[in-house]
């Protein structure tokens, strides 16, 4: 699943310190229930850079490639994509400034390739409704099995194929006049 973090609107500092007024917002996401494709079931975290322009609408347009078992993910439905925005402070390095819960049952069962763009308003750290709105855009990757990569390695066409394809059927009408192919590889050209 690619994850596009695209901006944000209407945030507000919810920390007025005496340092530093202005915001300076990044956006880390983590799924619910965790990723478990390579047998590790701790939480990973993905952070977009920080925004030191944007102030109370920043922009990001920051792409993560998130790693689901798309049965299980989209089978639970308590799944999740779990979205926190901060901004950097100068003495406690970083302080919420709202957060939101993307339901799986959201994000539904688009295409794969196609793009699915999300707004939700964020959430105080209470729950309470809070400041702001985030947007995002959310892909689903078409899955390609393992097994279909290593499973068929084919070097060429086979003779017989290439007969009913259209493709070098000079050389095979030589190969029929001039000698007998044997049965083993499918085509058996006796003259008669």
């Known amino acids: 699943m690619e994850i596009t973090i695209l901006s944000a609107q209407g945030l507000k500092n919810t920390s007025f310190t005496l340092f530093s007024s202005r915001i300076r917002p990044f956006v880390t996401i983590t799924t619910y229930p965790p990723a478990t494709t390579s047998g590790d079931k701790h939480c990973h975290v993905y952070r977009t850079r920080v925004d030191d322009r944007g ?3 920043p922009t990001w347009g920051d792409k993560f490639h998130v790693p689901t078992d798309c049965n299980a993910f989209f089978a639970n439905r308590y799944a999740c994509i ?5 901004t950097k402070t100068l003495i406690s390095g970083q302080t919420l400034l709202g957060w939101c819960q993307i339901p799986v049952n959201d994000i539904g069962f688009p295409p794969a ?6 707004s939700y308003r964020l959430r105080a750290r209470d729950g309470s409704r ?3 709105v985030v947007n995002l855009a959310i892909k689903l990757e078409p899955v390609v099995p393992e097994t279909s990569l290593d499973a068929c390695h084919v070097i060429g066409i086979p003779l017989i194929c290439q007969n009913r394809l259209g493709v070098n059927c000079e050389e095979e009408s030589r190969l029929r006049n001039e000698r007998e192919v044997s049965p083993t590889y499918g085509l058996n050209l006796t003259n008669r």
Do not use: P, T
Not at 82 to 86: F, I, T, V
Not at 113 to 118: E, F, K, P
């Open 130 to 132: 809070g400041h702001g």
């Open 55 to 57: 102030g109370v609408n």
């Open 113 to 118: 390739g196609s793009v699915r763009n999300l």
């Open 82 to 86: 779990y979205l926190q925005l901060y």
